[in-house]
């Protein structure tokens, strides 16, 4: 079958180590269920894997994509969730130690067929298309725990998004701004403040710039290039949450307006399966929809994973096999 996959870890050249191509069936092993994907959505979790980051040598080749749409054995259109834990862990998926995401130990997405645990499936409501419901296992889901779980935030606050052009930023301005809160975004680039109103910022600044007031939630995902923003962005008693660190991973922690201002840091990682079926339900119920920088075939991914690593997009990229 067609899939995209990485034949080697090349952190200077991600894309030399892009491979579309045949590769075997994955297997499905008893309690396991095969999808025909319909749609698939890139993420920079893909572009990290061809880095060598999150998955070694010895794992290789592997099919790329955390994220897929499409329809199982039974003929049920279902979103895949990517959290895969161990069989007899309970609870969060994201809290098992042992856990993986689909293309770190099992196949992923990127491919015209993907095998995963059958409690992973989550029914897609006939009111998303498969390239909607296929940006949403992780970007969307990503942001849906940050903005509402972790950051709990309320009607009426103001959050902050760095980096508005990203997977998960562009998610997290559509959410807030459904869920009433006041949304900041930031970014490098002219277009993608415009873009980020369009989603529902209430304004959109340049990355780095002096804002009008305090924040009560900033949701990062850009790492070092905005933390020191993102922390002097925050009102005391705000909360920090961040799941990414795309620009580096060694900002100064500023310990002492941490603890002088008692904000709260908080990790997030992807989300749970029930998490997940609560976002298609506010899809679902809302109207909100992912914004799709651009959908191409499978065959031509490699125009999809440049665009990303040079940084262009706004929004998601999807593929269809
Ligand atoms: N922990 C998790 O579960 C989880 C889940 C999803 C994603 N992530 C991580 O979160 C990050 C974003 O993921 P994504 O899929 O949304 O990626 P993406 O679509 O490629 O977005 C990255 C965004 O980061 C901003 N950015 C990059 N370098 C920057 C720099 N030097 N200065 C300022 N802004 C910069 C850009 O925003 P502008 O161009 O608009 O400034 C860009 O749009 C990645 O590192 C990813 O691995 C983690």
Redesign the pocket.
């Given at each position: 079958m067609l899939a995209a996959y990485a034949i080697q870890a090349n952190s200077d050249d991600p894309l030399a180590a892009l491979e579309v191509g045949d590769r075997p069936e994955p297997e499905a092993p008893d309690g396991w269920a095969t999808v025909t994907v319909r749609a698939a959505s890139l993420?920079?979790?893909d572009?990290?894997s061809l880095r060598g980051v999150g998955l070694s040598e010895d794992r290789l080749p592997m099919i790329l994509g955390c994220d897929a749409a499409g329809v199982d054995e039974e003929g049920s259109e279902v979103i895949v969730h990517s959290v895969i834990s161990t069989p007899d862990w309970r609870g969060d998926e994201t809290l098992d130690p042992k856990r993986t995401l689909l293309s770190e130990l099992h196949p992923g997405t990127l491919a015209e067929r993907v095998a995963v645990p059958r409690r992973n499936l989550v029914p897609k409501p006939e009111s998303l298309s498969f390239e909607e419901g296929a940006c949403l296992p992780?970007?969307w889901l990503?942001a849906y725990r940050m903005l509402f779980v972790k950051a709990a935030a309320q009607p009426g606050q103001t959050v902050l998004v760095?980096?508005?052009?990203?997977?998960?930023?562009t998610a997290a301005i559509a959410l807030g701004r459904h869920a009433g809160l006041r949304v900041w975004a930031?970014?490098?680039?002219e277009d993608?403040r415009a873009a980020a109103k369009e989603l529902g910022a209430d304004e959109a600044f340049e990355?780095g710039a002096r804002l009008p007031e305090r924040v009560d939630a900033v949701l990062e995902?850009?790492?070092e290039?905005?933390w020191k923003h993102s922390l002097r962005a925050l009102k005391p008693g705000g909360v920090l949450v961040v799941?990414?660190?795309?620009?580096g991973q060694a900002p100064s922690a500023e310990l002492q307006r941490m603890f002088f201002l008692q904000l709260r840091v908080l990790g997030?990682?992807?989300g749970t399966r029930d998490e997940l079926a609560q976002l298609v339900r506010m899809l679902d119920l809302s109207g909100v929809r992912p914004r799709i920088d651009r959908v191409l075939p499978l065959r031509d991914a490699r125009a999809g994973f440049a665009a990303?690593a040079e940084?262009s997009?706004v929004g998601?990229v999807v593929f269809t096999p």
């Open positions: 993420n920079h979790h572009l990290w992780t970007a990503t760095q980096g508005a052009g990203g997977g998960v930023a930031t970014s490098r680039d993608k990355t995902t850009v790492g290039a905005t799941s990414g660190a795309t620009s997030s990682t992807m990303m940084g997009l998601k």
